[in-house]
Nanobody, 130 residues
């Protein structure tokens, strides 16, 4: 059974930093991706960052590129999202998810197709104050 859980969400002032963690276990298949998504109240859930198991290629949405960094610790089966220079528009529930069938050379739009991600965590709240 694949299990995912997120942690690290908090209340922070604009310009501050947070590090989210995602514990993912129970899977051994190759060519997967771990993604971070977020959803603000009244808005659609959107892709934030993703990382491929095949070659550690990372992807970021335009809104967070240069501010957020996704990484993974394979041994500890943990994925991190370091968020710097936070803005109020970064507020939302952040979800970690895993999907299969992500091969080398995957395009940015493809790695953010939410239906490709089969297992999702419950989310962690991030609130950035003005």
């Amino acid at each position: 059974e694949v299990q995912i859980s997120e942690a690290g969400g908090s209340l922070v002032q604009a310009g501050g930093s947070l590090r989210l963690s995602c514990s993912a276990s129970g899977f051994t298949f190759d060519n997967y991706a771990i993604g971070w998504f977020r959803q603000a109240p009244g808005k659609e859930r959107e892709g934030v960052a993703s990382i491929l198991s095949s070659d550690d290629t990372t992807y970021y949405s335009d809104s967070v590129k240069g501010r957020f960094t996704i990484s993974r610790d394979i041994v500890k089966e943990t994925i991190f999202l370091q968020m710097n220079s936070l803005k109020p528009e970064d507020t939302g529930v952040y979800f970690c998810a895993i999907g299969r069938g992500f091969y080398k050379g995957a395009s940015p739009p493809y790695v953010f197709r939410q239906r490709k991600y089969e297992t999702w965590g419950q989310g962690t709240q991030v609130t950035v104050l003005q």
